[in-house]
């Protein structure tokens, strides 16, 4: 699978934002993705200690790269910086959370249930990039469990077997996920806020090169 939208997408992004997200080289890499390889670890900044143990299919990682790619989709980082703007955005995210788990929860047939997962992909991401662009500076064990909850939140999206066992799962996941936004919401200060900002172009060329480097 040879990924040369990606010019044309950066191209599109350029018209809406004059620039690209920092970071976002790796993601723009042209590589062949091995689809009978996975994953068996992110990376959020690049030192060891910023590994997040996971396993997906590099099939599953390599879209989830794409969506990362275009991050502005996903999360806008132009509220990073701002204390007062980036607790507004976890708000959002974690309003996005509580409709998601009540549509989950009132979902009674494996394509609902299938459904309401999938429509929290950008929300799980956003949550993710929110939490180690910020959670990281404040707790490296609250970002790392915000991400790895994100991460499975995604991957319960596209999965098409036990919908029940999905289901399940991703009501834990979601559980996790805005307890730990809501810790990292209430830490946020103005230095908190103005740090995340450089941090965010690490963390999304961290994640990336870890998927690129196991995939290829």
Not at 120 to 144: D, E, P, Y
Not at 154 to 173: F, K, R
Not at 197 to 215: D, E
Request: proline share 2%.
């Amino acid at each position: 699978m040879q990924r040369n939208n990606h010019a044309a997408a950066l191209i599109i992004v350029g018209w809406i934002l004059a620039t690209p997200a920092v970071g976002q080289d790796d993601c723009l890499a042209t590589y062949s993705v091995n689809t009978t390889k996975s994953v068996a670890y992110l990376s959020i900044g690049p030192s060891a200690d910023d590994r997040i143990s996971t396993t997906l299919s590099c099939s599953v990682a390599d879209a989830m790269r794409d969506r990362l790619f275009l991050t502005f989709h996903t999360f806008d980082a132009n509220v990073l910086g701002s204390a007062t703007q980036l607790r507004a955005k976890i708000s959002q995210i974690r309003m996005r959370l509580a409709e998601g788990r009540t549509e989950l929860g009132a979902a009674r047939t494996p394509a609902t249930q299938l459904g309401a997962i999938q429509s929290l992909k950008h929300t799980v991401l956003a949550a993710g990039l929110a939490s180690a662009a910020t959670g990281c500076i404040v707790s490296a064990a609250t970002c790392k469990r915000a991400v790895g909850a994100s991460v499975a939140l995604y991957q319960s999206g596209l999965n098409v077997g036990d919908n029940a066992q999905a289901s399940t799962q991703a009501q834990m996941e979601m559980n996790i996920l805005d307890s730990m936004l809501q810790s990292i919401q209430a830490q946020i200060t103005d230095n908190v806020a103005q740090q995340s900002k450089p941090r965010f172009g690490t963390v999304l060329n961290s994640i990336c090169a870890a998927i690129r480097q196991q995939c290829r």
